[in-house]
């Protein structure tokens, strides 16, 4: 005989809806970070770096390739990518940013994903957050180069790298082979987030992962070892950066993560300090994970930051702020974790957003002013040919000025499009036939025979601060600047005087009018 008995308790029903899908945490996160990067992007002028990439990235893809045997091997893939993102947008100040702004979204993507694998939802979110306004990444996402790129590949590749020591799978350690020399090759300081991943293997898994783990690092530092072989003959192109000294330490507290933002660097060591303290009180069993994550962030900023600086002490100078911009993950992940614990709840975690906002503000709006890319002024002297001279019109570069930070031909690659109207005479062999960034430059008096069939000359030399920014007439005087130099004294034998003067930040640049024919 059976007996069946009916549960007549009644049902539960829960008290409260359930909370808001988490899947969009991510998205919504790296729109903002989007946003916010993409924001007066057009603003700032092209510079130095930004027309390196434009010059690369707008050859055909055999003319790239011959050009990286022979510079810029470690911006070699980043250049195909741009190459494909030229083929489609064209290479304006907002279009060849926005890739990057593009990019700082897919990393503050990562960020949100890769904190919640090791802390909390609200612990992520708020580090995505941190992330987005970050001095460094507000900087990199309008910035045409691979930072912002880099900054996305080491998050992803740890996401990976994490999921992949929890299943401990050799199908997904293979593929971590593959991602880690894809990284190394989009930029050869990735190899440096290997420890990093030591780390997180070590502390979200156990010996076995840790041991595949190993064998795949290995692996992929066999793969890339010739590439880092090559690039180290390519070294001449830092020759520039200084040897360690006092000062780097100031670059690393201020320069690496925080721009020169003084007010956010320090509200952001207060609240790391604070932070620390809180979590630290708490010592119970559930700081477990608060301490992995944090483990895994301060070796994130720590271990590169070593490497790079060891190998400046004892082989080159490499060390630069911008070049671990990789690194600035990490400290967005500790910032969030400090954040939540300082907070103690929304309201205290929204007040701490947005005082870090307020104190990122000054910088964010520096980052955006039109002299913002070390006082270069590539896109408004491209402005000037561009609005006002007449086809056919000839150009003079003036190649004695100490240009900054290289020669002055670079100005010309990075709107190419504006000065294609003019004769250059002083354009040697160009930077394809060279597989070089730029082309080469022939002094004045070698090319002076052509001068009489110039209608107007447009001269490009430094900012005279004895004279106007704006000035016009039938005859102005050139200055002490121009005036010693051939790139006046050869047209003024030929007849030609100033008529109009425009200086920017660091160029000036001149019409000159009144050729003597026959002369």
Request: charged share 15%.
């Amino acid at each position: 005989m059976t007996i069946s008995i009916r549960d007549t308790r009644p049902a539960v029903v829960p008290a409260t809806p359930p909370p808001a899908p988490r899947r969009w945490d991510a998205g919504l996160v790296a729109l903002l970070a989007i946003v916010v990067s993409a924001a007066g992007a057009a603003r700032p002028s092209l510079w130095f770096d930004e027309a390196a990439t434009i010059s690369a990235g707008t050859r055909s893809v055999p003319e790239l390739l011959r050009m990286v045997g022979h510079i810029d091997a470690v911006h070699g893939v980043y250049y195909l990518l741009m190459h494909g993102w030229f083929a489609v947008f064209p290479a304006t100040e907002f279009m060849s940013r926005l890739s990057s702004a593009i990019a700082v979204g897919a990393a503050a993507a990562g960020v949100v994903v890769l904190g919640r694998q090791l802390s909390t939802r609200q612990v992520a979110v708020t580090a995505g957050l941190v992330f987005a306004i970050l001095p460094r990444v507000t900087w990199a996402g309008m910035e045409t180069r691979s930072y912002a790129l880099t900054m996305a590949a080491a998050l992803w590749l740890t996401v990976f790298c994490v999921r992949a020591a929890r299943r401990n799978r050799k199908v997904l350690w293979c593929g971590y082979f593959a991602l880690l020399v894809a990284a190394t090759l989009l930029n050869v300081f990735l190899v440096l987030i290997i420890p990093v991943h030591a780390v997180a293997v070590g502390v979200c898994a156990g010996r076995r992962a840790l041991r595949d783990w190993a064998v795949a690092a290995v692996a992929a530092v066999g793969a890339v070892t010739p590439f880092l072989m090559f690039t180290q003959t390519q070294l001449f192109q830092v020759r520039w950066i200084s040897p360690l000294q006092a000062g780097t330490v100031v670059k690393i507290v201020q320069d690496q993560y925080f721009d020169r933002a003084v007010p956010f660097a320090a509200l952001a060591g207060a609240i790391l300090l604070a932070g620390g303290v809180e979590l630290w009180r708490r010592g119970t069993p559930a700081s477990v994970r608060p301490a992995r994550l944090a483990v895994i962030a301060i070796t994130w900023m720590a271990a590169p930051t070593a490497a790079l600086l060891l190998y400046s002490a004892v082989r080159h100078p490499v060390y630069y702020p911008r070049y671990l911009s990789f690194t600035a993950p990490a400290i967005a992940l500790l910032l969030g974790q400090c954040v939540v614990a300082v907070g103690r709840g929304r309201v205290g975690v929204t007040a701490i957003l947005a005082a870090l906002t307020v104190a990122a503000a000054p910088n964010y709006l520096a980052q955006r002013g039109p002299y913002a890319k070390e006082h270069m002024d590539y896109s408004q002297v491209a402005d000037v040919i561009e609005r006002y001279a007449a086809p056919g019109d000839c150009l003079v570069l003036d190649n004695s000025t100490t240009w900054k930070p290289g020669p002055i031909r670079p100005l010309l690659a990075a709107r190419p499009a504006a000065y294609q109207k003019l004769h250059d005479y002083g354009r040697g062999r160009t930077a394809i036939q060279r597989n070089m960034l730029w082309d080469s430059h022939i002094a004045i008096w070698a090319w002076a025979d052509k001068m009489p069939d110039c209608p107007a000359l447009w001269t490009i030399t430094e900012r005279d601060p004895s004279r106007p920014d704006h000035e016009s007439g039938p005859s102005l005087p050139p200055g002490p600047r121009l005036g010693r130099a051939m790139a006046y004294q050869v047209p003024s034998r030929f007849g030609f005087h100033v008529v109009e003067r425009w200086q920017f930040s660091f160029a000036q640049v001149t019409k000159s009018e009144g050729l003597v024919r026959g002369a």
